[in-house]
């Protein structure tokens, strides 16, 4: 019987976080290739169409670094792109302290939405998209719990200004939808996405070498 080849991934992002979750499901990117793009929100800009621009928009960065490649065009790329919302309102990366302190402000006692949006290119120019979204619910925060997570660090290039697989899990009181996607990636949709497109990772076809 014809062996599948295993297909080349290309992980259109930077975040430690994403090439992390990928791994946990056995899935390691041959090249991982970060799309620099501008990330201000359009006017009135909903939180879903903002999280899928940007995650369409990093998809087409590596896909067309990939193309000037000749023996990267049939490749998968894989992008995603995480934004937490109050209501309508977008709440920005938290890239200095007093923005995530602002962040932690405002979703201190609250529900709040986190969105996920992953994109994948395939080989013959297929592309696939999926949307998750997962309400997140936050104990009230006091000044001196505020502080002490600001002084962690954490918050530092979060969506929010805060990371649920570190400290702030303690302010968490509910989840509902998908945890890997709060944390960058959702990996069930993730999976099924890449495995409808074809995707065969080498892992996969390591475990069909095992002898009987
Ligand atoms: C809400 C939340 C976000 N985050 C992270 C996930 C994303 O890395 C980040 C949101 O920023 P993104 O713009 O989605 O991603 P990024 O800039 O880190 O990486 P790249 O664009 O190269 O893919 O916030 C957590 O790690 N934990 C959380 O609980």
């Keep these: 019987?014809?062996?599948?080849?295993?297909?080349?991934?290309?992980?259109?992002?930077?975040?430690?976080?994403?090439?992390?979750?990928?791994?946990?499901?056995?899935?390691?990117?041959?090249?991982?290739?970060?799309?620099?793009?501008?990330?201000?929100?359009?006017?009135?800009?909903r939180p879903s169409a903002y999280a899928m621009r940007l995650a369409r928009e990093?998809?087409?960065?590596?896909?067309?670094?990939?193309?000037?490649?000749?023996?990267?065009?049939?490749?998968?790329?894989l992008a995603a792109d995480t934004v937490v919302a109050v209501g309508r309102r977008i709440m920005p990366k938290a890239e200095s302290f007093d923005v995530a302190q602002a962040c932690l402000k405002s979703l201190s006692g609250r529900n709040h939405t986190?969105?996920?949006?992953?994109?994948?290119?395939?080989?013959?120019?297929?592309?696939?998209?999926?949307?998750?979204?997962?309400?997140?619910?936050?104990?009230r925060l006091s000044?001196?719990?505020?502080?002490?997570?600001?002084?962690s660090g954490e918050w530092d290039g979060k969506a929010g200004g805060?990371?649920?697989?570190?400290?702030?899990?303690?302010?968490v009181t509910q989840i509902v939808g998908s945890y890997s996607a709060v944390v960058g990636l959702p990996l069930y949709e993730t999976a099924q996405l890449l495995s409808g497109m074809g995707y065969v990772?080498?892992?996969?076809?390591?475990?069909?070498?095992?002898p009987a």
């Design 1 to 45: 019987m014809a062996r599948a080849r295993n297909s080349i991934l290309i992980l259109a992002s930077g975040s430690p976080r994403r090439l992390a979750l990928l791994e946990q499901i056995g899935i390691v990117p041959d090249h991982i290739s970060p799309a620099d793009i501008d990330e201000t929100p359009e006017r009135k800009e």
């Design 58 to 77: 990093k998809a087409d960065v590596a896909v067309n670094r990939a193309r000037a490649m000749l023996n990267q065009r049939d490749a998968y790329v």
């Design 114 to 139: 986190v969105l996920t949006a992953v994109v994948v290119h395939g080989p013959r120019g297929r592309v696939r998209e999926r949307l998750v979204e997962t309400r997140v619910k936050m104990k």
């Design 143 to 151: 000044d001196r719990e505020i502080a002490d997570y600001l002084a």
């Design 162 to 171: 805060y990371a649920i697989q570190g400290r702030a899990a303690a302010f």
């Design 201 to 210: 990772s080498s892992g996969d076809l390591m475990s069909e070498e095992v």
